[in-house]
């Protein structure tokens, strides 16, 4: 399994980072339908777990939420690994927008 790993600083408190997030991965099917497939997500205090498959891959990440950063470990199979630096910009990009508030599809309609 090849796998990222990252910590994303924010100031938003545990409780709204985890809001954000949550309803974040909650659109995500919605927001690109023809990329995430089988999305699941757990959730357990201020962690969630969140698997989905894209591309014809399975991707599997572990979020730690704290009051002022965000932990994410994200595992996916090695025949992904030619597009390790592709998931990681993109998944952790993601993230960061969400957790400083410039990409608003968080927002319940």
Avoid at 2 to 19: D, F, R, S
Avoid at 21 to 45: I, T
Avoid at 52 to 81: C, H, Q, R
């Amino acid at each position: 399994m090849g796998q990222v790993t990252k910590l994303i600083p924010h100031q938003l408190g545990a409780a709204e980072a985890k809001t954000r997030l949550c309803s974040f991965v909650g659109s995500m099917m919605r927001e690109y339908p023809d990329q995430v497939h089988q999305l699941e997500m757990k959730v357990a205090g201020n962690e969630l777990q969140v698997r989905f498959s894209a591309y014809g891959f399975e991707y599997d990440w572990m979020v730690s939420i704290s009051d002022d950063s965000v932990a994410l470990t994200g595992k996916f199979p090695e025949s992904a690994n030619p597009y390790r630096s592709k998931i990681e910009k993109t998944v952790v990009g993601k993230v960061e927008d969400v957790l400083v508030g410039t990409l608003r599809i968080y927002r319940a309609a």
